[in-house]
């Protein structure tokens, strides 16, 4: 596998599987019905440095994650880090999101950010396990913030890394 900054031409690559994740409803807070002009506009934003997974497949190389990496806030709190992460789910457990992670967290070092906040974390998203295990701790939950097709009301996780 190989992570690299994200060109326009991998969006149709990622499109597929940003729908699935989104539309499944139990891991983002964007609305399932997004656009995928809307969604490209929110993935691949000029502010964002978007970085993609990519793997062999029998028919060459397919794009299998994506993040992106920006500010969470602006001026005197700019070197506060945000991203965000995506997996094909046809390749989940794998290690790919881990992989996206760990570039991630260090290319947001290497740029200067002082920390790293995710600001809505589902608490019942398999990934709060990923970010707990590389140092993320969870400031504060949201209480039945999140309404999940599975498991009803759920809380929103605030978490946050120092880097």
Known sequence: MRIREATAEDWPGIWPFWHRVVVGGETYTWDPDTSEEAARALWMAPAKRVYVAEDETPDGTAVVGSAYLTPNYGGPAARIANAGFMVDPDRTGRGIGRALAKHVLAEA?????????????????????LWT????????????AFEHPKDGRVGLHIMYKAL
């Open 109 to 129: 070092e290497a740029q200067g950010f002082r920390g790293m906040v995710f600001n809505a974390v589902v608490e019942t998203n398999p990934a709060v396990r």
């Open 133 to 144: 295990s590389l140092g993320f701790t969870v400031l504060g939950t949201v209480p039945d």
